[in-house]
T-cell receptor, first 112, second 115 residues
Framework: GDSVTQMEGPVTLSEEAFLTINCTYTATGYPSLFWYVQYPGEGLQLLLKATKADDKGSNKGFEATYRKETTSFHLEKGSVQVSDSAVYFCALSEGSARQLTFGSGTQLTVLP | DADVTQTPRNRITKTGKRIMLECSQTKGHDRMYWYRQDPGLGLRLIYYSFDVKDINKGEISDGYSVSRQAQAKFSLSLESAIPNQTALYFC??????????????FGPGTRLTVT
């Protein structure tokens, strides 16, 4: 079945550092890929998405490129802020049901 | 007002009790979902519903039941709660987004503790 593997956390960075959170997936077809973010005490919010190979999703300075050849969708940001501290989830969706399969989440803490 | 609301936000109950978690949405979406979140495991799908008459089991439906009372309401029940059902529960809705993917929108979550 489908699965998503994320880099283990927690990740701690200083403000303005470069961020990469790795995500790889296993799927039988051609899934859509997502990054969701969960701020403390809140539900998940869609951060960005890509629906086909070589698509780049971007939002709020975050980017991720759908790489079919490496089955990856790594999240990057050039300069993180304290307000980016949250848990980040990689997810995929495919098939007629379109339910999401999530990775285990990566806790990011950004220090001032 | 939030588009997806969940009640209660926090609940402590005892083993063997019946409990219902409620979800309401004002987004007009047909599809609704229930997930549970456990530390280190991400979110796992319990049940999902494509409309009032279409309800489907997810990855971990044992010990849970659901009711879709209306397009806007989707309830999750634990008939006889047990301690390993202690978790954070999320409701979500979805609709077709740009590019043909179904984007999901999440409620704020219900923290359930079973003692």
């Amino acid at each position: 079945g489908d699965s998503v593997t994320q880099m283990e956390g927690p990740v701690t960075l200083s403000e303005e550092a470069f961020l990469t959170i790795n995500c790889t997936y296993t799927a039988t077809g051609y899934p859509s890929l997502f990054w969701y973010v969960q701020y403390p005490g809140e539900g998940l919010q869609l951060l960005l998405k890509a629906t086909k190979a070589d698509d780049k999703g971007s939002n709020k300075g975050f980017e991720a490129t759908y790489r079919k050849e490496t089955t990856s969708f790594h999240l990057e940001k050039g300069s993180v802020q304290v307000s980016d501290s949250a848990v980040y989830f990689c997810a995929l969706s495919e098939g007629s049901a379109r339910q999401l399969t999530f990775g285990s989440g990566t806790q990011l803490t950004v220090l001032p | 007002d939030a588009d997806v609301t969940q009640t209660p936000r926090n609940r402590i109950t005892k083993t063997g009790k019946r409990i219902m978690l409620e979800c309401s949405q004002t987004k007009g979406h047909d599809r609704m979902y229930w997930y549970r979140q456990d530390p280190g495991l991400g979110l796992r799908l319990i049940y999902y519903s494509f409309d009032v008459k279409d309800i489907n089991k997810g990855e971990i439906s044992d010990g849970y039941s659901v009711s879709r009372q209306a397009q806007a309401k989707f309830s999750l029940s634990l008939e006889s709660a047990i301690p390993n059902q202690t978790a954070l529960y999320f409701c979500a809705t979805s609709a077709l987004g740009v590019g043909g993917s179904y984007e999901q929108y999440f409620g704020p979550g219900t923290r359930l503790t079973v003692t």
